[in-house]
Structures are given as C-alpha cells and as structure tokens.
C-alpha cells in the first residue's frame, strides 16, 4: 500500500513560483511512476506532469512544459514539482499519484492506482 501526501500550494501572484512536494509512504518512487495532475473547479482532472520509476525520465502537458519541472528525492521518497511563471489558469487543486506498474507513465487519470489528498494552487491576475 502506497500513501500520498502533497503540500506546498497556496496563493501567489501571475509570474510566481510555488514548489510542490509529494511524500510517499510504503513502496519507493525508484519503483513506482509518479504523475501530477490538477482539477479546476468544473473541470475534468488533467494531466501536468510525470516522471518514471525505472529511470526518471520526465513527461509534461504543452500547456506547462517549459514552466513546470518535475523532480524526485529517492532517499526522502519525494517528487517534486516546480512551478515557474505561473498563470492565472493554473489555478486548481493539483494531486500527486503513483502507478505501480512498469510501464511508461500515462497521462490518463484512470490508470494510477495512488492518489493524495490534493494541494490548493491559486495564482492571481
């Protein structure tokens, strides 16, 4: 069993940064993919970023590429997202999630098996 946990949202104005952290507990993100999403009010949950297990190969939307970056920390069990230049449309509630197969990460929601509690991201005009 696999537990999430994401911090670091909160408010920051256009052009701010912010850095999310996802702690896991139980198996390690050396073996397990780990896929952040995010969810606008009235929105479907959509893909943002994520990074294998097998070799830390990274993966982004278009939407951030080049202003979100994805990271890990094995030995705290931590994946990291950095969130550079921010945009008033990336305000949403952004969860972390682990898929516990081999294969290469999937931007579908439906195929991770972990998810956390979400983190509150809000960037204002």
């Known amino acids: 069993q696999v537990q999430l946990v994401e911090s670091g949202g909160g408010l920051v104005q256009a052009g701010g940064s912010l850095r999310l952290s996802c702690a896991a507990s139980g198996r390690t993100f050396n073996i397990y993919n780990v896929g952040w999403f995010r969810q606008a009010p009235g929105k479907e949950r959509e893909f943002v970023a994520a990074?294998?297990?097998?070799?830390?190969?990274?993966y982004y939307a278009d939407s951030v590429k080049g202003r979100f970056t994805i990271s890990r920390d094995i030995p705290k069990n931590i994946v990291y997202l950095q969130l550079n230049t921010l945009k008033p449309e990336d305000t949403a509630v952004y969860y972390c999630?682990?898929?516990?197969?081999?294969?290469?990460?999937?931007?579908?929601?439906?195929?991770?098996?972990?998810w956390g509690q979400g983190t509150q991201v809000t960037v204002s005009s």
């Open positions: 999630a682990a898929d516990r197969t081999l294969r290469e990460p999937s931007p579908r929601a439906q195929e991770y098996d972990y």
């Open positions: 990074i294998r297990g097998s070799t830390g190969r990274t």
